[in-house]
């Protein structure tokens, strides 16, 4: 785990403002295609996604705790830190939609189901092997799967669900639904072949999907920079 602080515990000028319920932030992207000068977030949805971001928080240190007090078996993959990654990108989507990850996806299974109370007691006893799990205790902390809110994993193989992503992709097209498919990464999985295929599948046929990269940098086995000739 690292130090990272809860999401707005800082005090900045944006936390303070979702104090005030009249409170309106203007967004002011820059000018080019896609502008919107005068889009507006409102103040409702900034506190929906901080509710969810805090959730996962907390969802994900009582899983560091009990996995500490050997309570839970296997690996446990934490995204602590990395909330805001899974909230801001699954908001965009649709109840239709799909999203694939690969592990430490507890935050995106939780987040695609709006952090209900249900989701959140589904994944703790899937990471404790119980029955009740969402992958009926059969997955663990890398295979979080909940068909009813179209999160389809939860891979454990570095880069190998990015052509899976591209598939479902391929299916929402081939059946001429209005279906687009969420693909998170890591920034390890640039170095895999599947990785590459599922890219070039995905932009030979023009299929509706929209990848997620993030960089997890030394949390797992050595830092991007001794893989890559250039920092992340």
Known sequence: MDNTQTPGSQGDGETAALARPEAKIDAKPEAGAGARPEAQTDIKLLRELYRQMLVIRRVEEAAAKAYAQGKMGGFLHLGIGQESVCVGAIAALRAEDYAVATYREHGHCIAKAGATIDVCKGVLAELMGKSTGISRGLGGSM??????????GG????????????????????????????CFFGEGSANQGAFHEGLSLAGLWKLPIVLSARTTSTRWARRSTARWPCPT
């Open 143 to 152: 295979h979080l799967f909940d068909a009813r809110h179209r999160f389809l």
């Open 155 to 182: 891979y454990g193989i570095v880069g190998g669900h990015v052509p899976l992503a591209a598939g479902v992709a391929y299916a929402s097209k081939y059946r001429g639904l209005p279906e687009v498919t969420l």
